[in-house]
């Protein structure tokens, strides 16, 4: 198993602004994903972050909006930039361990609202 | 695309009730499925998961299988506690690959 955490766990911030979300694991781990998780929805796969190479986005999702950053095995961060109101979610990190395809361990979450 | 389907909630069940969520999936392969669980305040945990047809997972008093007939993969529990208030995912992924693709989540509140 993985031990996740995430900062920060929530925060308000301004229209137009950024926020950098950072997720730190336990142990080291080749495959990291990012999620949104809309009010009443499901769970949205963002990108995913491989150590060292480029993060591969979903559909919908740009690295514009959305850069990330793997500089090591252990830990990613996430940028909301030029945050909307629609951008209010909560945010989490997840990883996979190689052998068990599709099992992922969750971070707690970030629970952005941008005002 | 890959896709799953499962009941809207919230559903609100008495201690010591039955519980069973729906679930389908639609897939091209032969996805592994799972069950996971989000408990109020912290994120997404694995309940069960099952890799091939008629496989049965369990954990914890759940159970769900595998119904490759019916692209089912209900959760089921015979006898519900307060703790078990939470929202359940349903979720598969195609054999081979670590993306997940997830239900909506279903919402289930035990009262005493």
């Known amino acids: 198993s993985a031990v996740i955490s995430q900062k920060p766990s929530r925060d308000i911030c301004q229209r137009g602004t950024s926020l950098t979300i950072q997720c730190q694991v336990d142990?080291?781990?080749?495959?990291m994903f990012w999620y949104r998780q809309q009010p009443g929805q499901s769970l949205t796969l963002i990108a995913t972050?491989?150590?060292?190479?480029?993060?591969?986005?979903e559909s919908g999702f740009v690295i514009d909006k959305f850069p990330i950053s793997r500089p090591n095995l252990t830990f990613s961060t996430l940028t909301v930039s030029n945050m909307s109101p629609e951008d209010s979610s909560i945010y989490l990190c997840s990883v996979a361990l190689s052998r068990s395809p599709g099992e992922q361990y969750f971070g707690p979450g970030t629970r952005l609202t941008v005002t | 695309g890959d896709s799953v389907t499962q009941m809207e909630g919230p559903v609100t069940l008495s201690e010591e009730a039955c519980l069973t969520i729906?679930?389908?999936?639609?897939?091209?392969?032969?996805?592994?499925l799972f069950w996971y669980v989000q408990y109020p305040g912290e994120g997404l945990q694995l309940l069960l998961k099952?890799?091939?047809?008629?496989d049965k997972g369990s954990n914890k008093g759940f159970e769900a299988t595998y119904r490759k007939e019916t692209t089912s993969f209900h959760l089921e529990k015979g006898s519900v506690q307060v703790s078990d208030s939470a929202v359940y995912f349903c979720?598969?992924?195609?054999?081979?690959?670590?993306?997940?693709?997830f239900g909506i989540g279903t919402k289930l509140q035990v009262i005493p």
């Open positions: 729906n679930c389908t999936y639609t897939a091209t392969g032969y996805p592994s």
């Open positions: 099952a890799t091939k047809a008629d």
């Open positions: 972050a491989n150590q060292g190479s480029e993060a591969t986005y």
């Open positions: 979720a598969l992924s195609d054999q081979g690959y670590q993306k997940v693709t």
């Open positions: 142990s080291q781990v080749t495959m």
